[in-house]
């Protein structure tokens, strides 16, 4: 596994966010973790990234303990998040931002780093026409796409994509889908915190789903999508 989650409870105050969750991801695979709001999926996730302080249980990312490490440390270990809401730095261009996704890398100037951003603007040729354009100037889709970008140049080995298709058009959801596909089948492991269960399922080699807070059920992508009561509660009963 590269990552393991194991009993994680995490806090705000008083308010159990998320309780005893437990969980693996396998190296290569895509994971989900779906659920209605305020289930716990964003804090999960930046508690993976180290932005929340764990109350008990553990992480571990590649055989090593990473409960309480910095989130700069994970980063350089090889996660890295694409928040929900996109998070990109409005003032700065494209290339900005990207170049910020890339911040604790020493090899900036090599041909390393030229190859990772020939490969965002691969997956995103809409970035490519608007390196040089304020990302605060650009479509909710257009951010998204960037916000991907960004997490992906830092070089990830698990990549965090905190509802990347939410506030989408039905066209634009189907390609962020994809490019998470191209991006998998490029060697990165991705865990997909999304609303838009049917898409997550249909991607997801495993699959988790969060109630208030614990993990009710587990399965691969095709189980559960086939599974009657998820078909009810989360896929609209078709
Ligand atoms: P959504 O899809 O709506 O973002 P979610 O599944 O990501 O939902 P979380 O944002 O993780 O859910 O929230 C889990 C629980 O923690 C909710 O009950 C929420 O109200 C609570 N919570 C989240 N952030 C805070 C905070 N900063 N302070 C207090 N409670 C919070």
Redesign the pocket.
């Known amino acids: 596994m590269l990552l393991e989650v194991e009993g994680l409870c995490v806090n ?2 008083h ?1 159990e ?2 309780r005893d969750v437990t969980f693996g991801v396998e190296e290569g695979t895509v994971a989900t973790l779906i ?10 996730l930046k508690t993976l990234s180290g932005l929340r302080k764990v109350r008990a249980g553990a992480v571990r990312f590649d055989g090593k303990d990473i409960t309480h490490a910095p989130p700069y440390q994970r980063v350089l270990l090889g996660i890295s998040q694409s928040p ?1 809401g996109r998070g990109c730095f409005p003032g700065m261009t494209v290339l900005e931002n990207l170049d910020m996704g890339a911040f604790l890398r020493k090899d900036r100037k090599s041909a390393a780093y030229r190859a990772d951003l020939d490969r965002v603007f691969d997956l995103f040729p809409r970035l490519k026409e608007r390196e040089r354009q304020a990302a605060g100037s650009m479509s909710g889709g257009e951010q998204q796409m960037l916000a991907i970008g960004r997490a992906l140049m830092a070089k990830p080995r698990l990549l965090l994509l905190d ?1 990347p298709s939410m506030g989408l058009a039905p066209k634009l959801i189907q390609q962020i889908f994809t490019i998470i596909g191209e991006i998998n089948q490029q060697g990165t492991t991705v865990l997909l ?1 999304e ?1 838009n269960a049917a898409q997550a399922l249909k991607r997801a080699d495993t699959a988790h789903i ?1 109630e208030t ?1 614990e993990i009710v059920r587990s399965g691969s992508g095709r189980e559960l999508s086939g599974d009657d009561s998820v078909k009810a509660a989360y896929l609209g009963g078709d």
């Open positions: 705000y105050g308010i966010a998320i659920g209605a709001n305020g289930a716990g999926k964003t804090t999960t929900e509802e915190v609303q969060l807070g």
